[in-house]
C-alpha cells in the first residue's frame, strides 16, 4: 500500500500527548520509531488491558495509538541514551516531542542542539507552548476541556449540573491534528526548499479555538451560553431536542428545516404510529407556521417526542433519514461494528496479534483515499521490540556494545 | 471588484483552491490553508450566499434566492443586521470571516450549462477541490470524480459529508450532532445514569473540519510528489469513530461495551483510573446563573500529598482511605466530598493558581469570556488577533495554533464581499472579456 508519508522516519519521544499524530504519520508510510523509558512509555501503562491484566504489552490504548511504529526503549535521562537519540536525529525528517519546556534543552536535544541536520522538522506538542505564564502548569486531558471552554458549554440543562468534558483524550486529538498540520505544511515546504523547521503547538491554543459559536458569541453578541442536555450551548435556553426512543436509545432531534415532502412524510409515520394528534391541522403544512413553532412552540416539538418514543432508535434514524431529516441515533462506538454501510466501505481492517492468537478489527481512519493509504499497517510494538533493529542496524553499533548499555540499564 | 490579487507571502503560494464549501465543517480546511498564502476561491450560488454570511445558527435565511435581507431578522453584527440604513446587508459578519478569511469570492450559477462549463474551467486551473454538500450534489452537476479527474489529473478532490460518497448511508444528511452521536462521540459523554451529555457544539464540525484541512494538506503533499491527484472520501462519522479506537478495541478484545452501567464516568478518569479526579463547584455565577467551576486531578502520590497540604489537611493522606490511588478510587465519592467542600467557599482562580503551583493539575473551566477576556496563556500567544474590517470596523477573532518557524502563518484582514473578486477570476484567471462576463451576467450565469 502506497502512503502519503511513505519514506519519512520520525522520531516520536513516547508521550500520550502527541501518539496519534505519530500513528497517523506511520498509518501514512512512515516509518515512526518510538523512544520510549526502558520501563515503557505512560501509553503502554493506562489501560485497558488484555483481559485486565496490566501488562505493558496488552494495553489496548496503546495498541490503537501506536499501529505500526517501532519502539526503542532508552533512558533517554542519561548521557550515552541522549547521545544515541543526537545520533538518530541526525539521519530524521520528523522529530515529535510533548516534554515540558526546557527538559530537552538540559540534555542537548532542543532544537539548536540538533539542527545541523537542515532537513528536520522538529515538532513540539506541549500543553502550553514553548511560552507565556501558564507554559509550565501541569494539565491532562481533561483539564484541557475545562481550560479550552468545551466544559462550559456541555453538560446538562440542570444548572445545578457539572460541566462535563467527553472521553476519549479528545484534546490531544486536537492538539495532534494541528501538529500534523503543520509537519504536513512543513513537508510540503521542503519539497522545494529542501529546509526543515520548528514547530510549536500548544494543546491549549489548539483547544481554545475548537468551540465553534461559543467565542464569537461572546466576542459579537455579549452572549454567555446555557448549556443543554445533549445539544449545543446557546444563548436562549431551548427545548430539549436529546429524546429517548422506545427501546431505551436517544435520538439527537435537531433539524434546520423541514421542507414539504418531508414534512408530509413525517406525519404520514406519526398517523401510522397514532401519535400525531394536533399536527394533522392542515395549517402546519405551511412551511413558515410549523418552523416558527418548531423554534418557539410545543405542538411540533411534542408530535416528535411522541413519535420518536413510540418507535425504535434504529427505525428513527433510518426513517427520518430516507425522509431528507439530519436526525442522528446516539450509537455506541462498537454498535457501529453491525452497520453495514462502514463494512460496505472497507472501514474496518484486520491487523494481526500474535498475543492473542488472532486479528482484531480496527478502524481505518478518517479517510477513504488510497492515494493518501492512512490506515493501520501493523500491530504496535512491544516495548524495546526494535532496540537492536534500530541501534545495531542503523546507528551500526557492535552488539556487545548494545548488550553493555543493556547490562547498565541505559537501553532495554 | 479588484482586478488583481496579491496574495501575502507564504508557503502555499501558487496553490488555487476551488472552494464549493458553505456551513461551518466544509470551509475550515480550506480557511487553514488561507494562512499560508494558497489561493482560494470561494463560490457562492449565483443570487444567494453562503448563510454564515448572516448568522452562524440558526440562520434566517436558508435556501432562498433574492430574499431581501434586513436587519429585523437579526440583531448584532454577528446576525448581520444593525447597518445604519436597516436594509443593506453587510454579505459579510465577522463569524463568516473567522471561517473565509483571505479566501477570495466569486458567484456561479452551476446549475446552468454555461456555469458548469466555467467551473470545468476553473477545476483545470486549480491544484484542489474542496466541497461539503451531501453524496449527490457534485455528481448530479456532472462533476464526479471521473470527470474531475479527466478534466485535470492533477487535482485534489476533497470531499466532506457526513457518511462518505458510497454505501446505504450515503444519501443520508448530517451536521456536526449527527455525525457525534452516530459514531459514539456523544454517548462516550456525560454522567453515569444521565441521558448522554454529548458535546455542547458541534465538535465534529469544527475537529471534523480541522481533519477536512489536515486531509487537503496531505493531498496536496502526494500531489506534489507524485504528479497525481486524489479523491479524498472524508466521511465525518468515520472521522469521529477514528477518535474511538480504544473502545472499540476494548470491545474487540474483552468484549465489553460502553452501555454499562458507570460508563461515561462523567468528568472522573477510567483509564487510568485516578483520584482525585474531577470538577468542583466554586463561589460565584457567570453571567446567566451557571454556578463556577474548576477541574482538579491528582495523577501521582506526590500530588496527591500536595493537594492534602494546600487543603491544609496534611494527615488525609496517610488516612486509610486515601493513602494510596487504589483507596482513593474506590473512596472516591467520600473523597471528592472533602475535595469539593474545600473548593466550594474559594474562588476558581486562585484554586487553579494554587493547585500548579503546589505541581497539582487543576484548571478553570473557562467560558468564552473568560478565554477572549482573561486568559493571560491565550493572549500572551496572541490566539485572538484583531482584524480590521472595512465596513464593521476592528475585531477579534480566533487565530491559528501551530506556530512554524521559518514559515510563520498569517492572518488577513476580513473575509470577501460577496463575489469581490468575479472579475480577477473570469476576467484575469479564465481570460472573458468585459463583454463576455456582461453577457454571462444577464444570463444569470454569474
Not at chain 2, 454570511?53 to 430574499?67: C, E, L, M, T
Not at chain 2, 483510573?273 to 470538577?279: G, R
Not at chain 2, 493522606?317 to 482513593?328: I, K, L, Q, V, Y
Request: aromatic share 10%.
Amino acid at each position: 500500500m502506497n502512503g502519503v508519508y511513505d519514506g519519512l522516519t520520525v522520531v516520536e519521544l513516547a508521550d500520550r500527548r502527541n501518539q496519534w499524530a505519530g500513528k497517523l504519520l506511520a498509518d501514512g508510510g512512515a516509518r515512526v520509531i518510538q523512544i520510549e523509558p526502558p520501563a515503557g512509555g505512560p501509553g503502554r501503562w493506562c489501560g485497558p488491558f488484555v483481559d485486565d491484566t496490566v501488562d505493558p504489552d496488552r494495553c489496548l490504548d496503546y495498541w490503537w495509538y501506536n499501529t505500526g511504529k517501532q519502539s526503542v526503549a532508552l533512558d533517554v535521562g542519561r548521557p550515552p541514551a541522549q547521545d544515541l537519540l543526537r545520533r538518530l536525529l541526525a539521519g530524521a525528517d520528523v522529530f515529535l516531542e510533548s516534554t515540558p519546556p526546557g527538559t530537552l534543552r538540559a540534555y542537548g536535544l532542543d532544537h539548536g542542539s540538533v539542527s545541523s541536520n537542515r532537513a528536520l522538522i522538529y515538532t513540539s506538542l506541549t500543553d502550553f507552548g514553548q511560552d507565556g505564564p501558564w507554559r509550565d502548569y501541569r494539565m491532562n486531558d481533561a483539564a484541557h476541556l475545562a481550560l479550552g471552554g468545551h466544559m462550559a458549554s456541555t453538560g446538562y440543562s440542570d444548572p445545578t449540573l457539572t460541566p462535563i468534558g467527553g472521553q476519549g483524550h479528545q484534546a490531544w486529538h486536537m492538539g495532534c491534528v494541528f501538529a500534523l498540520h503543520g509537519i504536513t505544511l512543513a513537508l510540503f515546504d521542503r519539497m522545494t526548499t529542501g529546509e526543515g523547521q520548528y514547530i510549536d503547538v500548544s494543546i491549549h491554543d489548539a483547544c481554545s479555538i475548537g468551540t465553534e459559536s461559543a467565542v464569537p458569541e461572546w466576542l459579537y453578541n455579549g452572549a454567555t451560553l446555557y448549556r443543554q442536555t445533549g445539544m449545543h450551548a446557546s444563548a436562549r435556553r431551548r427545548a430539549d431536542l436529546e429524546l429517548p426512543t422506545a427501546d431505551g436509545m436517544y435520538v439527537i432531534a435537531v433539524n434546520q428545516t423541514f421542507g414539504d415532502r418531508g414534512w408530509a412524510k413525517l406525519i404520514e409515520w406519526m398517523e401510522e404510529k397514532g401519535v400525531a394528534g394536533e399536527l394533522t391541522d392542515p395549517k402546519y403544512r405551511d412551511e413558515a407556521v410549523r418552523m416558527a413553532d418548531y423554534r418557539q412552540g410545543t405542538a411540533v416539538l411534542d408530535g416528535i417526542r411522541r413519535l420518536i418514543a413510540a418507535c425504535k432508535g434504529e427505525e428513527v434514524f433510518t426513517r427520518a433519514q430516507s425522509y431528507g431529516i439530519s436526525w442522528g441515533l446516539v450509537r455506541a462506538p462498537e454498535e457501529n461494528y453491525d452497520v453495514a454501510h462502514y463494512q460496505q466501505r472497507d472501514f474496518w481492517r484486520d491487523v494481526e496479534h500474535p498475543e492473542i492468537g488472532r486479528a482484531i478489527r480496527y478502524p481505518r481512519g478518517p479517510f477513504m483515499c488510497d492515494a493518501l493509504g492512512i490506515a493501520p499497517r501493523g500491530r504496535a510494538p512491544h516495548l524495546g521490540e526494535h532496540t537492536r533493529l534500530v541501534l545495531e542496524g542503523d546507528l551500526g553499533l557492535p552488539a556487545a556494545q548494545v548488550d553493555a548499555l543493556a547490562a547498565a540499564g541505559v537501553v532495554r | 471588484m479588484n482586478a488583481s490579487v496579491t496574495l501575502p507571502k507564504g508557503i502555499l503560494n501558487g496553490v488555487r483552491i476551488l472552494d464549493f464549501t458553505w456551513k461551518t465543517v466544509g470551509p475550515w480546511a480550506p480557511r487553514l490553508l488561507t494562512h499560508f498564502g494558497a489561493e482560494i476561491i470561494h463560490v457562492e450560488r449565483v443570487g444567494s450566499w453562503d448563510d454564515h454570511r448572516y448568522a452562524a445558527h440558526p440562520s434566517p435565511i436558508v435556501g432562498g434566492p433574492q430574499k431581501e435581507f434586513t436587519s429585523e431578522q437579526g440583531t448584532g453584527p454577528l446576525h448581520g443586521g444593525g447597518h445604519a440604513d436597516g436594509k443593506k446587508p453587510y454579505y459579510n459578519t465577522p463569524y463568516f470571516t473567522i471561517l473565509h478569511h483571505g479566501k477570495l469570492a466569486i458567484s456561479l450559477n452551476t446549475r446552468h450549462p454555461k456555469g458548469l462549463a466555467l467551473a470545468e474551467r476553473l477545476i483545470g486551473i486549480s491544484d484542489a477541490v474542496v466541497e461539503n454538500f451531501s453524496g449527490e450534489v457534485f455528481p448530479s452537476w456532472g462533476l464526479t470524480w471521473e470527470r474531475i479527474h479527466e478534466i485535470n489529473p492533477r487535482v485534489v478532490y476533497l470531499s466532506t459529508s457526513g457518511f462518505g460518497h458510497t454505501g446505504p448511508y450515503k444519501a443520508y444528511r448530517s451536521f456536526g450532532p449527527t455525525a457525534a452521536a452516530q459514531s459514539g462521540l456523544s454517548l462516550a459523554s456525560g454522567l453515569p445514569g444521565m441521558p448522554p451529555a454529548g458535546w455542547g457544539f458541534s465538535y465534529m464540525d469544527v475537529m471534523g473540519g480541522w481533519m477536512g484541512g489536515l486531509a487537503l494538506v496531505m493531498g496536496l503533499l502526494q500531489a506534489r510528489k507524485t504528479g497525481e491527484g486524489s479523491y479524498i472520501d472524508y466521511a465525518v462519522t468515520e472521522g469521529a469513530m477514528s477518535l474511538l479506537g480504544t473502545y472499540m478495541l476494548d470491545f474487540q478484545v474483552n468484549g465489553r461495551t460502553t452501555r454499562r452501567p458507570g460508563f461515561p464516568p462523567g468528568n472522573r478518569a477510567l483509564w487510568p483510573a485516578v483520584a482525585p479526579h474531577n470538577t468542583y463547584r466554586c463561589s460565584g455565577k457567570d453571567r446567566v446563573g451557571q454556578d463556577w467551576w474548576v477541574f482538579v486531578a491528582c495523577e501521582t502520590q506526590a500530588q496527591f500529598e500536595s493537594l492534602c497540604r494546600v487543603m491544609g489537611q496534611p494527615d488525609l493522606s496517610t488516612d486509610p482511605r486515601f493513602a494510596t490511588n487504589e483507596a482513593r478510587v474506590a473512596n472516591q465519592d467520600a473523597l471528592d466530598a472533602i475535595v469539593g467542600r474545600w473548593i466550594r467557599p474559594r474562588r476558581r482562580y486562585d484554586v487553579m493558581r494554587r493547585c500548579q503551583e503546589a505541581g497539582i493539575i487543576a484548571a478553570v473551566v473557562q467560558s468564552a469570556e473568560d478565554r477572549v477576556e482573561h486568559d493571560p496563556q491565550l493572549k500572551h500567544r496572541d490566539m485572538h488577533p484583531v482584524v480590521n474590517h472595512p465596513e464593521i470596523g476592528e475585531f477579534e477573532y480566533e487565530g491559528y495554533p501551530v506556530k512554524l518557524s521559518r514559515t510563520p502563518a498569517f492572518v488577513h484582514g476580513r473575509g470577501p464581499l460577496l463575489r469581490e473578486h468575479n472579475r480577477y477570476v473570469y476576467g484575469e484567471l479564465l481570460g472573458l472579456s468585459d463583454e463576455e462576463m456582461k453577457s454571462l451576467e444577464n444570463d444569470k450565469v454569474i
